[in-house]
């Protein structure tokens, strides 16, 4: 999982580097600024200084690059042992030139490793996008566009989906900057862990703007059952002039998934950020799904033992989540296994606490595939009906309506109601 952060890590702490050099030069020439270099530094070391003013930028750069490596280590840490942030940010905070000795001294091993995940990670995605015969997301798309359409009136909503990340990802940077800052300029240490708490709430409210800014393009998929709609606003999303980097790759699959396009979100999974536990169960879940409508057994089988080995990160929500993931990929198995009974129990009971179109429809459809195939009729044909009002642009719907044609033109449910 670390590879899909080494490029963001990467980045992160070259920009440090390179906001702590631009800050500590603008700020060189100040009298209070060298006044300070002269009293906690050695004469000699001071005049060395003042006399070279890029020593001063390079110093600066690399304290506020060694200052985020410690927060990036201690995300790190946080991935095994919860709330470890937070005690690294509070010895930043009581002993900021401990915490930036150690983040200076091991930032070069940080920034080989991170250079290395990152180039690794590109070479395994390249080498998946060669076994699937495809060279990435703009022949993806092309693939996609040669049967279908892309629908202009969900182009306004990809816009404004665009600019609230964009002053997200903004807000971001200059949180950072803001930290750094109360760290680095500010005496009162009270003032400065109340500004660094202070940034961290925000960030976590900024969290939330940027997971809400995909809830109206997933809505179309989930309310509205409209997988072409919800794909053509993706799709404008990630076209950057000429070309394009799929956003959200688990709602693009989702979405080819109920067009029937299993291959082509396989090709879109082979780039998905798997880089948190929540990530990697959305994964298996979603590549579940994709060797089921492929026939693929064994497949589903690996997903299914491998969401098995994962371990949550939210507590009793997340292990409810795991739970229920769980049951749906061993469902999928049952099916394979015609073991028919116990997958119609599982798609009414979950009928019933389903509250969006979306999974209203799955277990719809299925549920009535089953009594097709078990020959009642009645039943089927009473399923077929709710998935036509329910699915809307769903492929579902255009199977059911070949099988309410089958029912009908073969007189099949006259012949279930007389035995």
Known sequence: MWKYKCKSQFFSLIGAFVVGFLMTMFFSSNEVFQEVIRETMPAEIASAFQSNPWLIGVSGGLGFAGLLNVFLIGNLISASFPGAMYLLLLAAIMLPEYAISIGMLSLPIMLVVTLYGWISLVMQTKRGYARANITGDDEIIRIYLLHHQL?????????????????????YTLGLVAVFCAMFFLENLFISMVLVLICIL??????????????????????????????????????????????????????????????????????FPRSTTNNLMAYYSLMGYIYYLLKDENGLVRCKDELANLKPQMGAMGMMVKSEEMASLENKINLMHSDFNTCKKYYLNLLKRSVTNLQKSDCEYYIALISFVQQDYVIAKMYFEKVLQTGNKLYFVRNAKNYLNKIEESHLLEQDEFS
């Open 151 to 171: 629908d202009p009136k969900f182009e306004p909503m990809a816009e404004e989906t665009k600019k609230t990340l964009f002053k997200v990802n903004l807000a």
């Open 202 to 271: 925000a960030f976590q409210y900024l969290a939330r703007i940027r997971a809400g800014c995909y809830s109206a393009i997933s809505s179309i998929l989930i309310n509205d059952c409209n997988p072409e709609g919800c794909l053509s606003a993706l799709i404008y999303l990630s076209k950057t002039r000429n070309h394009y980097k799929i956003k959200n790759r688990a709602l693009f699959a989702q979405c080819l998934i109920y067009l029937n396009e299993p291959g082509l979100a396989q090709d879109v999974l082979i780039a």
